[in-house]
Every structure is written in C-alpha cells, then in structure tokens.
C-alpha cells in the first residue's frame, strides 16, 4: 500500500507518500508559486520550476517528479487531499465523485481564497488518475463537534440557517496533535487541552476528552489570533468605516484584511516573526509584543469552555520553533497555574491526518 498526501495551498503544494503502516516515503513541495516556484523534495537539490504559475500546475510537476522515480499516480491505493472547508454537510473523510466534487465547488463563497486550490487539485488528480480513490479530508471537520451555543454568531437567525456560523479550522492539524501527543508525552492525552497553531495562518482550539468544544477561527480563517497577513478578531465597525471613510471597495477591504495586516500591518516590515524577533527596531518589537499578548487573551477566553485548564500544546511552525514567543504567551497565562510540565511541543504534520484517514477509509 502507497498512499499519496496532497495539501494545497496558494503559493505552494505540499505532496508526501506514506506506506502501508503510515512511515513517511518521500515529501516535497512546489514552493513560490506566483513569485519565484521551484520543486523541492528531501534528499533531492531544489530547481526552479518557472512555467508554473498555480497549485494545479504545481501538481503537474510534482505527478511527473514522482512517475520518474517511480511513485506511478495511477498506482497509489488512495490519495488523500486536505480540503479547507467541507461546510456543515461534510465532517468526516470521503470518497469524492463527480456528484460531490460539484457539491464541494458550490462551497467556495465559504472560503473564496482558500478553496479553489484544493479543489482544483482534487479535479485535476482525479483526471490523472480516476481509478485511483481520491479522498477530501476536511479541516473544518474536527470542529464538528463544537456545541452548537460555540457555532452560533450573534445575527438574526435567519443567517444561521443560510450557513454563516462559526465553523474554524486547522482542524486537521489539531486531530494530528491529539493522536500524537500521549506517545509524545508518555501520558493518557490531557481532560481538557489548550491547543495552539501557530503559523503564518494562527488559530488556537479548547479540546475536551480529544474534541473539539471551541476554537478562536470562526466564519473565515481572518477570524481570532493575529496572523501574518491576516488581522484575526477586529471591531466590525472598523470595517465599516473604512469602506464608508477610506472608500475601500470591497475587494480592497478582503486585500487588507487578509493580505497587508497582521504582523506584516503592524511592523510594516515583515509577515515573518523569525525577521521580526531578530530585529531591534521598535516597529518589529511591539508587533511581537501585541502578537504574544492578543494570543493569551484568546487562550484565556477558551478556558471556560473547558471548565478549567490541564495542559497547553503549541504547534505550527511559530509554536514549534519560536521559544521566545511561547515563553511571553506562557508569561501572560501565568495565572492559570498550568505547571511547565504540561506545556507542550507537537511538530505540525497534516499530510500524517490524512494519510490515517485515507487508510483507514480505503
């Protein structure tokens, strides 16, 4: 058994191929694309790949990477794809076909600049290889089991019924650190569990007995924590006025909330918190600063809907790699008394998730 994991985001495309009993064969990814793309594969020298100028383009290179060293597309006995958004109808792993891959493509307005990769990736591998089952893992699915009081936004009803709620994300990432952490840690996985993702993309979810009871991303993935570009939780009536004061359209307005705030907004050098903690100019410390300090406010916020805290799990690339900014978030939630040795370090890994299910399904 070969199972191919496809992860498509909008610069990049992560491919990795796992075996029958989920050990790692090979990974890379088609990186920059939309500035400077090349294929890059562990073990193998980085080359530039400058013809391709979207994920789906991506998969066509990196599906001919693997047919030349012998990982045939047609010949993997399933492929997995991380699929954003799977609105309310799809919570869990499943064969895509024709029927459902229309039905995924009507959700796009739910997450316009997110899933349109993935699912033109699902499109395009299920082209090249169509006896093959394609599988979409969703990362909206984890928080399925959120009360619906944790899903609901203070809108007329109506709205509600029509699908805008809360729904969040990375939740194949926070499925991912519930499996991992007990090995990990040598310990019955934690009641209740603070789980941090932090990356360029920043979320953080409240976990009761390995579920999901409330996360900081809601409707779209600008919601909650700062992020690199993107301004996460914002007094909506900012946003109106600057469309009424700036005359922002509305295209203008989705540009700066998702793509010029954030990290990025509040330094005004860089999306990069590796950058911005090596720099000593003001701008880079106090956007560091507002980062670890609106981080611990929203930890805390999910804290009642665990009735309490047992241990914290930080993950994603800032959460695993940058110590300093886990060290001023913990110095903020100092007051909850979570003893150091349950604070812990779990290695993002989605394409793993995927796999599992994949396997598991198949």
Excluded at 102 to 107: A, P, S, V
Excluded at 226 to 239: F, K, N, Y
Aim: one cysteine or more.
């Amino acid at each position: 058994m070969k199972i191919l994991v496809l992860n498509a985001g909008s610069s990049s495309l992560k491919f990795a191929v796992f075996g029958r009993s989920l050990e790692l064969v090979i990974k890379g990814q088609v990186s920059g694309i939309g500035s400077k793309p090349r294929l890059e594969v562990d073990g193998h020298a980085a080359r530039e790949v400058p013809h391709v100028t979207s994920p789906t383009e991506g998969l066509l290179v990196a599906a001919e990477w693997l047919s030349d060293n012998g990982y045939e597309p047609a010949q993997f006995s399933g492929i997995g794809h991380r699929i954003v958004h799977g609105g309310t109808r799809y919570v869990t792993p499943i064969a895509v076909n024709d029927a459902i891959q229309h039905e995924l493509e009507e959700l796009r307005a739910l997450a316009p600049l997110h899933l349109p990769f993935g699912l033109g990736v699902l499109r395009e591998m299920r082209r090249v290889a169509p006896d093959v089952p394609n599988i979409a893992c969703f990362d909206t699915a984890f928080h399925a089991t959120q009360p619906e009081l944790a899903t609901r936004l203070p809108l007329p009803r109506a709205y509600f019924d029509k699908g805008y709620r809360r729904y969040g994300f990375h939740g194949l990432n926070y499925e991912h650190v519930v499996e991992a952490l007990p090995a990990l840690s040598g310990k019955p996985l934690p009641r209740r569990l603070l789980a941090a993702h932090l990356g360029s993309g920043a979320s953080m979810c409240a976990i009761f007995d390995g579920k999901s009871v409330a996360t900081t991303m809601g409707f779209s993935t600008a919601d909650g924590l700062v992020m690199g570009t993107r301004t996460g939780s914002i007094d909506p009536g900012v946003l109106v006025a600057l469309m009424r004061d700036e005359h922002l359209s509305l295209d203008q307005l989705e540009d700066l909330l998702y793509r010029r705030s954030g990290l990025l907004g509040l330094s005004g050098i860089s999306p990069d918190m590796r950058t911005l903690l090596a720099s000593d100019r003001t701008e880079a410390i106090e956007a560091v600063d507002y980062y670890c300090y609106s981080a611990a406010r929203h930890a805390a916020s999910l804290v009642p809907a665990l009735g309490g805290l047992d241990a914290i799990v930080f993950t994603g690339g800032v959460g695993e790699n940058a110590g300093a900014v886990r060290a001023r978030i913990l110095t903020h939630l100092k007051w909850l008394n979570v003893p150091g040795d349950q604070v812990f370090v779990v290695p993002a890994n989605e394409e793993l998730t995927i796999a599992r299910n994949v396997r598991d399904l198949i």
